[in-house]
């Protein structure tokens, strides 16, 4: 946190005295939220208790005055960071997306900077899960999408259209409405796998989907590497319907394996998926 260099980290103390801090929010939604009474086992001096009390519209942990740790960084901080530029503005937009600390970020000269990927992992002339690599000189798609086909049990036919999903079951990132689309989805001549972990619930409905479409989806409900990136380098597309994402990088691996992102408008996939070019933006969050 900002007052740490000058506070805690005095030897040598020149080091510090002019050192700069930058502040970088990730997720809005993850403040560290405790109870004021516990500002005392901070050890911070009294100076700063201001910096850190405020009062929310959470009843969790405790109902009303609370320690808020992001405020405290936003506002001791000479720099505030976030993960994309369209996430910046977002953050600004309302106390509903500022997630109550949106007239604090007003205050500051947010920077959005888009997240960068692993450019070694996530390369398809030498990722290790995938049997064909390949460049964009290379058109190595339709015996990757088979294998996908073959590995989880679906029909193996490299001219229906492949849909993948990797994520968190929760309803940040959409899967909620993405189960609820299905039934409509599979009404069209298509093939889809859903790879992710999550909510107890959410698992459930994606462990059913083999049984009730049989010949079109396929979910996995458990931690698989290998298979996330036979689902990058096989699908011809993949859906990520976040409800908000402040930069995303599952679409930023689809592009480099030349798989086709179809993203919620929110966050940095506005940002990253340019529509009609890179991808396509879904528009209106709905089934």
């Not at 953050?91 to 450019?119: C, P, Q």
């Amino acid at each position: 946190i900002a007052m740490l260099p000058e506070n805690h980290y005095t030897n040598p103390k020149e080091i510090y005295e002019t050192a700069k801090v930058a502040f970088c929010i990730h997720n809005i939604a993850y403040q560290g939220r405790f109870a004021f009474a516990d500002f005392s086992l901070l050890n911070l001096p009294e100076e700063f208790k201001g910096s850190f009390d405020f009062i929310d519209g959470y009843d969790k942990p405790v109902k009303g005055r609370k320690i808020n740790w992001m405020k405290a960084g936003i506002l001791e901080s000479d720099k505030i960071l976030t993960v994309s530029p369209y996430y910046a503005q977002e953050l600004v937009s309302s106390e509903d997306k500022g997630v109550e600390l949106a007239n604090i970020i007003r205050k500051t000269d947010i920077l959005g900077i888009v997240n960068g990927m692993d450019v070694q992992e996530w390369n398809p002339l030498t990722d290790k899960y995938i049997a064909t690599k390949f460049d964009a000189s290379t058109d190595a798609k339709p015996l990757l999408k088979e294998a996908l086909q073959a590995e989880v049990g679906l029909t193996v036919d490299r001219n229906i259209p492949l849909i993948g999903f990797i994520g968190r079951l929760e309803e940040q990132k959409g899967s909620d409405i993405l189960v609820e689309a299905i039934p409509q989805l599979v009404k069209e001549n298509v093939q889809i796998v859903i790879l992710g972990t999550g909510k107890k619930a959410m698992e459930k409905q994606l462990l059913e989907l083999e049984t009730k479409y049989p010949e079109k989806a396929r979910g996995v409900a458990k931690f698989n590497v290998p298979l996330a990136h036979t689902i990058i380098a096989g699908a011809d597309y993949l859906l990520v319907p976040s409800r908000f994402e402040p930069c995303g990088l599952i679409q930023l691996h689809a592009m480099r394996y030349g798989t086709i992102p179809i993203v919620a408008s929110t966050g940095g996939l506005v940002d990253t998926v340019k529509e009609g070019y890179t991808g396509f933006q879904m528009g209106g969050f709905n089934v």
